[in-house]
Nanobody, 123 residues
Framework: QVQLVESGGGLVQAGGSLRLSCAAS????????MGWFRQAPGKERELVTA????????YYADSVKGRFTISRDNVKNTVYLQMNSLKPEDTAVYFC????????????????WGQGTQVTVSS
C-alpha cells in the first residue's frame, strides 16, 4: 500500500510559478510510475504529466509542454511538479498518482491517489 500526500498548491497570478510536491509512504516508491493529474470544475480529470521509475522517461500533455517539469527523488520518496508561466486555464485541483508498471505507458491505470491540492491562477 502506498499513501500519497500533495502540498504546494495555492493562489498565484498569471505568469507566476508554483512547485507541487507529493510525498509517498512505502518502501517501493522507486518501482512506481508517478503522475500528476488535474481536474477543473465541470471538466474531466486529465493526465498532465508522468515520470518513469528512475526519471528516465517523461510524458507531458500538450497544454503544459515547455511550462511544467516533473521530477522525482527516490531517496526522499517524493515527486515534484514545477509549474511556470501559469495561466488561468491551469486552475484546477491537482492530484498525485502512482502505478506499478513493468512497461512504460503513462496513460495506464493508476493504483494510488493523493487527496489533491488546489491551484488557482488569477488573471
Amino acid at each position: 500500500q502506498v499513501q500519497l500526500v500533495e502540498s504546494g498548491g495555492g493562489l498565484v497570478q498569471a505568469g507566476g510559478s508554483l512547485r507541487l510536491s507529493c510525498a509517498a509512504s512505502g518502501r517501493t516508491f522507486s518501482r512506481y510510475v508517478m503522475g500528476w493529474f488535474r481536474q477543473a470544475p465541470g471538466k474531466e480529470r486529465e493526465l498532465v504529466t508522468a515520470i518513469s521509475w528512475n526519471g528516465g522517461a517523461t510524458y507531458y500533455a500538450d497544454s503544459v509542454k515547455g511550462r511544467f517539469t516533473i521530477s522525482r527523488d527516490n531517496v526522499k520518496n517524493t515527486v515534484y511538479l514545477q509549474m511556470n508561466s501559469l495561466k488561468p486555464e491551469d486552475t484546477a485541483v491537482y492530484f498525485c498518482a502512482g502505478m506499478e508498471q513493468t512497461t512504460w505507458f503513462p496513460k495506464g491505470q493508476y493504483d494510488y491517489w493523493g487527496q489533491g491540492t488546489q491551484v488557482t491562477v488569477s488573471s
